[in-house]
């Protein structure tokens, strides 16, 4: 979704952009005000409103097409939800019941022998996702 997007833009990419363009975008995207009405609260033409906005959208498009910092953080939720879930602390891919907790030792790093066939291979599965995470970060 659009609105979606700009959103996860303006709140990564927002501060590198100046005041009167910050305040031009938030009063279309969040104060939902019409070009006409941002024209005269700025006392700027209704067009000069809209090419401020469009501009501005075209600058946090082109931050996210040079820095891609949005995406990143897109793909290391994904990898940390999948975690939580072959954790047990939330639904697997399918959409069954949630799987039985995997614990750990009290160093944090070993996973506990819990009975269950398949432990190995979920905390292997969780240790190989956090490090992808933290080769992204």
């Known amino acids: 979704d659009e609105n979606v997007q700009l959103a996860f833009l303006y709140d990564t990419y927002g501060e590198l952009l ?3 363009q910050r305040q031009i975008f938030e009063a279309v995207r969040f104060d939902d005000l019409s070009l006409a009405e941002i024209a005269e609260e700025y006392d700027i033409s209704r067009q000069a409103a809209h090419d401020v906005y469009r501009r501005t959208v075209q600058k946090l498009e082109h931050y996210e097409s040079v820095l891609h910092l949005v995406e990143r953080d897109r793909r290391v939720k994904g990898k940390v939800e999948a975690i939580a879930r072959i954790a047990g602390y939330g639904r697997d891919p ?3 019941a949630p799987q039985e907790d995997l614990s750990f030792d009290t160093d944090g790093m070993t996973a506990k022998g819990d009975g269950h066939t398949g432990a ?3 905390f292997e599965r969780i240790a190989a996702l956090a490090a992808e995470v933290l080769e992204e970060l």
Do not use: A, C
């Open 94 to 96: 399918e959409g069954s």
């Open 120 to 122: 190995d291979e979920r």
């Open 18 to 20: 100046s005041r009167h």
